[in-house]
């Protein structure tokens, strides 16, 4: 599942854990002057059930069922710092569609430039 989001990325499934990446692609934005920065953060989770059972003073955990992994993307898009970036309202809501935009494409294709 990893792959189909981070086609650049090799990751050894069987012999690696515990993973992140976080990358900024930037892009300049249709308007004119102003960088949008596209950081987003990459984690896998494994989904495991526990039963957890105290008694006596004592807590003790039954073997887990494995129940797969899932794949977590933290997106932030925001504007980069510019000179340019004075908006109002209408520029405002045309900047917040094109970030929607841009968040929308990452979660459908992964991290592409």
């Not at 990358?23 to 494994?46: D, M, Y």
């Not at 004592?58 to 932030?76: I, K, M, Q, W």
């Not at 898009?77 to 094109?98: C, F, K, R, V, W």
């Amino acid at each position: 599942m990893l792959g189909r989001y981070l086609r650049d990325v090799r990751v050894d499934a069987k012999g690696s854990s515990d993973f992140l990446y976080q990358i900024n692609r930037w892009r300049p934005s249709q308007r004119r002057g102003v960088t949008i920065n596209r950081l987003s953060k990459w984690t896998v989770s494994r989904i495991v059930h526990t039963r957890l059972m105290a008694a006596g003073g004592t807590l003790t955990a039954s073997p887990f069922v494995d129940l797969g992994h899932a794949v977590r993307a933290e997106l932030d898009i925001n504007t980069a710092p510019s000179e340019n970036a004075a908006l109002d309202q209408e520029g405002a809501a045309a900047m917040l569609d094109e970030q929607i935009a841009l968040a929308l494409e990452i979660a459908a294709k992964g991290d592409i430039p």
